[in-house]
């Protein structure tokens, strides 16, 4: 996706950076966003005049958490209208240390407080007062310490809890919680002082079926604790650089592990052959180890093997022949590897592959000739390669295919005719220079297309008469510079948008925003390096559903934003200039 400003080829993105949520720290990382939720919630959108009628019990809750301060219990209501009353007051963020007093005793089952403001200790004998009806916890991002947790003991149903980014959650927290013996998934993601020592409480947690310690830097050496642990399934200590060959050996006698994150670690090659007895391991990330395609050879056994992420590591073309063993596969990222041409021939017989990553290889045209068989595929990425439009062709074929990235490509608008038959395309990169009005002419029967990136194309405004095939496109960005605005009222009929992006078109004004003003279900806009001003910002009022607004370079201030978010467009939470 195109950026407001001018982007590097091998620019790398810092995801710590990305400001998420309320804190910004509790996030997905970028070590598994290669995988690639949301709720649905019936009295909010009543709100907010979706148009859902809510139902009579919907309309009580929230009568009830409007006149939440009138009620001093709640105890004696049945469990799920009190659930329901909790989870709306979180949701709002309203509930508060006093109104929590009202939840004493009400047997909850689920307290999803991650990253919830003001969460601490004083909070813990009310969540610890549901007792053993209490299953799952989550205190993500809070002030709480082990004297909080000490609480949680007589809990003894909990199958799930997250303590994800609490700092002062240390070793002798883990001991605390080391008698829930029913717990299933447990989490401590970037923790900094759960130590290897301390893990030795996890050895008494039989059920656990899902750990995560990501991020956790004193773990070396502790993974022995886990030996004991054959029901685990998930293990992720991706970004853990204490990581080393030696914690992989006790992982073998974990023979039910589905899914193994170690991105970032110190893990070799040799580390990789201890993996060899996980038979029912099916993901398996390795970006950024110092592993070599020797490691083929141990991954080869792992016949239940789907997903592979090799992306980052020290994969050249020597030794790659060992790839045509893994058929089983499903997703491959190859992305940042010193691989050419040559390695495609062995990844011609992987027949079940649907997801295939080469970012940043040294792939060419000569290369794609071994990818017209992977007839099952349906993403491709092939950004930042040599890949120009001769070899294209060869990609006509894959009639699966629904995902395709050529940007930073060498391709031109004689390929791109190439491409044309391939009905099931929805989302397309073609974030390349020499793609003109020609290129985009040639794409008019990928009527399905819902995503289409034209950041760096020299698109101008006689190019978007073609816009008019694309009816369902709901992201669409052109900023080449081409645009005016009469090339923008092309755009005016393709009422599906949600996202927008015109920027780096210095000859738009004001009157592009007229006509944007007709795309209701616009959720981001960003339109800037143009020439918008204060005034033209009136015309984004009915654009009630935006979230996201992007104005930098333009005769626009922080201030006239806010005036317009305050009055117009209560949903506006991301904005620049701030």
């Not at 980014?165 to 759960?194: A, K, M």
Request: proline content about 2%; hydrophobic content about 35%.
């Amino acid at each position: 996706m195109g950026g407001a400003c001018s982007r590097k080829r091998d620019q790398w993105v810092d995801d710590d950076s990305i400001p998420r949520g309320a804190s910004g720290r509790y996030c997905k990382t970028g070590s598994s966003k290669w995988l690639g939720k949301s709720l649905s919630r019936a009295s909010s959108d009543a709100k907010q005049g979706t148009g859902k009628c809510p139902s009579l019990m919907e309309l009580c809750i929230c009568r009830i958490c409007e006149d939440i301060y009138k009620y001093k219990t709640f105890s004696m209501l049945p469990r799920d209208i009190t659930q329901q009353i909790f989870d709306e007051l979180v949701y709002s963020q309203c509930l508060t240390k006093v109104i929590l007093e009202a939840f004493q005793d009400c047997d909850l089952q689920d307290l999803n407080l991650g990253e919830y403001p003001g969460l601490s200790d004083s909070w813990m004998d009310v969540i610890s007062s549901q007792g053993s009806s209490l299953l799952s916890v989550d205190l993500s991002g809070s002030d709480i310490t082990d004297f909080g947790v000490i609480l949680l003991k007589d809990c003894k149903n909990l199958q799930a809890l997250n303590f994800n980014y609490c700092n002062q959650f240390t070793d002798h927290g883990l001991e605390q919680i080391s008698g829930l013996s029913n717990l299933i998934s447990l989490s401590f993601r970037r923790n900094n002082t759960i130590t290897a020592q301390g893990m030795s409480a996890l050895s008494g947690l039989n059920n656990l079926v899902k750990l995560d310690l990501e991020r956790c830097p004193k773990i070396h050496g502790g993974l022995v604790h886990l030996k004991g642990l054959t029901k685990l399934q998930s293990l992720n200590l991706n970004c853990c650089s204490c990581i080393t060959d030696a914690d992989m050996k006790p992982l073998a006698g974990l023979i039910n592990l589905k899914d193994l994150q170690i991105s970032s670690s110190k893990v070799t090659d040799c580390g990789v052959s201890y993996l060899k007895a996980l038979h029912k391991l099916t993901l398996l990330n390795m970006e950024g180890c110092p592993v070599t395609a020797s490691c083929l050879e141990s991954l080869s056994a792992l016949g239940s093997l789907l997903y592979l992420n090799l992306s980052r590591c020290y994969l050249t073309d020597d030794g790659c022949n060992k790839f045509s063993t893994l058929q089983t596969l499903k997703v491959l990222n190859l992305g940042f590897n010193e691989i050419s041409d040559g390695i495609l021939v062995h990844l011609k017989g992987l027949t079940s592959l649907e997801t295939l990553n080469l970012d940043s290889c040294e792939i060419g045209d000569k290369g794609l000739v071994y990818l017209a068989g992977l007839k099952r595929l349906k993403c491709l990425e092939l950004s930042d390669t040599e890949v120009g439009s001769s070899g294209l062709h060869h990609l006509s074929g894959l009639h699966n295919l629904e995902s395709l990235n050529l940007s930073f490509t060498v391709i031109s608008d004689s390929g791109l005719r190439k491409l044309s038959g391939l009905s099931s395309l929805r989302s397309l990169n073609l974030d390349a220079g020499k793609v003109t009005d020609a290129g985009l002419a040639a794409l008019t029967s990928l009527t399905g297309l819902t995503h289409l990136d034209l950041f760096g194309a020299r698109i101008t405004d006689s190019g978007t008469n073609y816009l008019r095939y694309f009816k369902n496109l709901r992201s669409l960005e052109i900023c080449g510079g081409g645009l005016t605005d009469t090339g923008v009222k092309n755009i005016k009929d393709l009422t599906s948008l949600t996202l927008l992006n015109l920027s780096q078109n210095s000859h738009l004004t004001d009157k592009s925003l007229i006509t944007i003003s007709g795309l209701t279900s616009l959720v981001s806009l960003n339109v800037s390096n143009s020439r918008i001003t204060s005034a033209g910002l009136q015309h984004l009022k009915p654009l009630k559903k935006l979230k996201s607004l992007t104005l930098e370079s333009c005769l626009v201030t922080a201030d006239d934003i806010k005036k317009l978010q305050s009055t117009d467009l209560p949903n506006l939470v991301n904005y620049r200039p701030e």
